[in-house]
């Protein structure tokens, strides 16, 4: 046996050790009342810390220190690294969250992703495609579809329109949007930092705001529609194009 054989077989069977190892964690949680949909197809590469009546799917990695609250459900293919997940949440399949604090029956995803600094208070809604990074959202906001909410702080009962971005950096450094309770932003918003925008603040869909807006003012940022009569196409050229 050459040497590289060598290595290959001993690779091989670290692996089915560490596997083996792997197998009898998972199974030994599903003693003590954890939900494992498949022992098998699993990972845990840390410290694991779970409530009653914890449910994890097929295909989830935890890594580093994880807790998970009572009544928590983990979908399939999540990764979870170094956070903590309240009471009632659900982490919804093909999510990541990493570095962060969930609150109690709040909801991240399908395909949604927390990044490290972030805070999520009870009852949240993190949409599908959803990023959140370095952000304090509380209690009953809604960022639900296509958006990026970066360095910002939503204040309670905040609702997020689909795809709205948090234009947090200038090129030179990170920049912070704080919006007050019971906002409205429409969709395809972008809200160019640092800006503030006070309690019950309507932001119209498809604006561009990059000054302050204070309480109760509904604000709308839009270059003007022009319709052009009796608009003639271009014929194709002979190419197709």
């Known amino acids: 046996?050459?040497?590289?054989?060598?290595?290959?077989?001993?690779?091989?069977?670290?692996?089915?050790?560490?596997k083996?190892?792997?197998?009898?964690?998972?199974?030994?949680?599903i003693q003590e009342g954890v939900n494992i949909a498949d022992p098998e197809r699993i990972?845990?590469?840390?410290?694991?810390?779970?409530?009653?009546?914890?449910?994890?799917?097929?295909?989830?990695?935890f890594e580093g220190k994880v807790e998970l609250g009572d009544?928590?459900?983990?979908?399939?293919n999540c990764i979870i690294v170094d956070s903590k997940v309240g009471a009632g949440s659900s982490i919804k399949p093909f999510s990541l969250v990493e570095g962060a604090l969930v609150g109690a029956k709040s909801s991240i995803g399908p395909y949604g992703r927390i990044r490290?600094?972030?805070?999520?208070?009870?009852?949240?809604?993190?949409?599908?495609?959803?990023?959140?990074?370095?952000?304090t959202i509380k209690t009953g906001s809604r960022i639900n579809h296509l958006s990026f909410i970066g360095d910002a702080n939503?204040?309670?009962?905040?609702?997020?329109?689909?795809?709205?971005?948090?234009?947090n950096h200038d090129g030179d450094k990170t920049n912070r949007t704080f919006i007050g309770r019971n906002s409205f932003v429409g969709s395809g918003s972008n809200l160019i930092a640092p800006i503030n925008l006070?309690?019950?603040?309507?932001?119209?869909?498809?604006?561009?705001?990059?000054?302050?807006?204070t309480k109760g003012k509904l604000v709308i940022a839009r270059s003007k529609q022009i319709i052009i009569e009796n608009w003639k196409n271009l014929k194709k050229r002979k190419d197709g194009y």
Do not use: W
């Open 71 to 76: 009544n928590v459900s983990v979908g399939a």
């Open 154 to 167: 939503l204040e309670e009962n905040v609702t997020i329109g689909a795809g709205t971005i948090t234009c």
């Open 43 to 61: 990972d845990f590469r840390g410290e694991f810390v779970f409530g009653e009546n914890v449910s994890i799917d097929i295909n989830v990695i």
């Open 116 to 135: 490290p600094g972030t805070t999520l208070m009870d009852s949240v809604q993190i949409g599908n495609f959803v990023e959140v990074k370095s952000s």
């Open 198 to 213: 006070g309690a019950n603040v309507t932001v119209g869909a498809g604006s561009t705001i990059n000054k302050d807006v």
């Open 1 to 18: 046996m050459n040497k590289n054989q060598h290595y290959k077989n001993n690779s091989v069977e670290i692996m089915k050790v560490r």
């Open 20 to 29: 083996n190892e792997m197998r009898k964690y998972a199974q030994q949680l």
